[in-house]
């Protein structure tokens, strides 16, 4: 079957760094998405990747390894406003979106 | 209006009531998606529309009812829901449905089943 793991719930502290994790087992592989959720709001999407390696977006960056069948969302100089919770979802062969549970992001003062 | 649009943002309905759901997206996308959001479950795609056509539907039960009148309209139809249907019911759109094909979602309806 298919299925992406994420870690349930992450907190960090205001100003550091946090890495979240996504690792999947897919029928195929088009490219990984990951997207911010704010609670009671819509997900929005944050970043794409679908060759390995790292992709930068100001404060944001995504790691991929095809190979390994891994993701990271690499957050830096965090900020109260990033407590959220972030979506890893992997596009398979039929470019169908395969969504993990979501990792809850608790940022503390 | 911008984006992806819901209506109603909140729903209470009886588990004999019958409500509809209604999504717009003002994006000039081609298809459209309903997803269905329990606390701490993945995303589950309940239907696809490309070109007004539903190209998916992942077995859900026939008390869920989409209807896709044109490229920009999408609505789900319910009808004697049970309380385990309770959720946040997202809507999205994206230019298409292969290759690269980034969702924009609305911001969803909380339907809570009595």
């Known amino acids: 079957g298919q299925n992406i793991d994420q870690p349930t719930e992450m907190t960090a502290t205001e100003g550091a760094i946090v890495q979240i994790n996504c690792t999947y087992q897919?029928?195929?592989?088009?490219?990984l998405f990951w997207y911010q959720q704010h609670a009671g709001e819509a997900p929005t999407f944050l970043s794409y990747?679908?060759l390995d390696g790292l992709e930068e977006k100001g404060r944001f960056s995504s790691f991929l390894s095809r190979s390994k069948g891994y993701s990271y969302l690499l957050l830096k100089e965090l900020q109260m406003k990033d407590s959220a919770s972030y979506l890893c979802?992997?596009?398979?062969?039929?470019?169908?979106?395969?969504w993990g549970a979501g990792t809850k992001l608790i940022i503390k003062p | 209006e911008t984006g992806v649009t819901q209506t109603p943002r909140h729903l209470v309905m009886g588990m004999t009531n019958k409500k509809s759901l209604k999504c717009e997206q003002h994006?000039?996308?081609?298809?459209m998606y309903w997803y269905k959001q329990s606390a701490k479950k993945p995303l589950e795609l309940m239907f696809v529309?490309?070109?007004?056509?539903?190209?998916e539907n992942n077995s859900v039960p026939s008390r869920f009812s989409p209807e896709c009148p044109n490229s920009s309209h999408l609505f789900l139809h319910l009808h004697t829901l049970q309380p385990e249907d309770s959720a946040l019911y997202l809507c999205?759109?994206?230019?298409?449905?292969?290759?690269?094909?980034?969702?924009?979602f609305g911001p969803g309806t909380r339907l809570t089943v009595l």
């Open positions: 994006l000039g996308h081609n298809a």
């Open positions: 529309y490309s070109l007004e056509e539903r190209v």
């Open positions: 897919t029928s195929g592989f088009n490219g």
């Open positions: 999205a759109s994206s230019g298409g449905t292969g290759d690269y094909n980034e969702q924009f």
């Open positions: 979802a992997v596009s398979d062969s039929n470019y169908q979106l395969i």
């Open positions: 990747n679908v």
